[in-house]
């Protein structure tokens, strides 16, 4: 069982930016791909954002192209979600979530296994 605990959410203005970290609770070695996902009150989980293993693959939900970026530090075991220009519309509980395996960076829920517990990130208009 890996827990995964997510940090750096918060409250800002629209325009602003926020980076969000995610690590396991105890230092552990495993090759997964790591996604972010959020769920908004009343709405369902949706994707957010992927990254492989490696770090050579990316994928990002088309709501937040070009303002988000997905990145990780093996060496430190942790993930990172820099989201830039924030919008109202990106307030969410925002999770991160680990999928075993390389080379790939699914975008469904139901492809990863282990999940944090969330952080809440509220944009202000």
């Known amino acids: 069982q890996v827990q995964l605990v997510e940090s750096g959410g918060g409250l800002v203005q629209a325009g602003g930016s926020l980076r969000l970290s995610c690590a396991p609770a105890?230092?552990?070695?495993?090759?997964?791909?790591m996604g972010w996902f959020r769920q908004a009150p009343g709405k369902e989980r949706e994707f957010v954002a992927a990254?492989?293993?490696?770090?050579?693959?990316?994928k990002y939900a088309d709501s937040v192209k070009g303002r988000f970026t997905i990145s990780r530090d093996n060496a430190k075991n942790t993930v990172y979600l820099q989201m830039n220009s924030l919008k109202p519309e990106d307030t969410a509980v925002y999770f991160c979530?680990?999928?075993?395996?390389?080379?790939?960076?699914?975008?469904?829920?139901?492809?990863?296994?282990?999940w944090g517990q969330g952080t809440q990130v509220t944009v202000s208009s």
């Open positions: 990254i492989s293993w490696s770090g050579g693959t990316t």
């Open positions: 105890r230092r552990t070695f495993s090759i997964s791909a």
């Open positions: 979530a680990s999928a075993p395996g390389g080379g790939w960076a699914p975008s469904r829920a139901l492809e990863y296994q282990y």
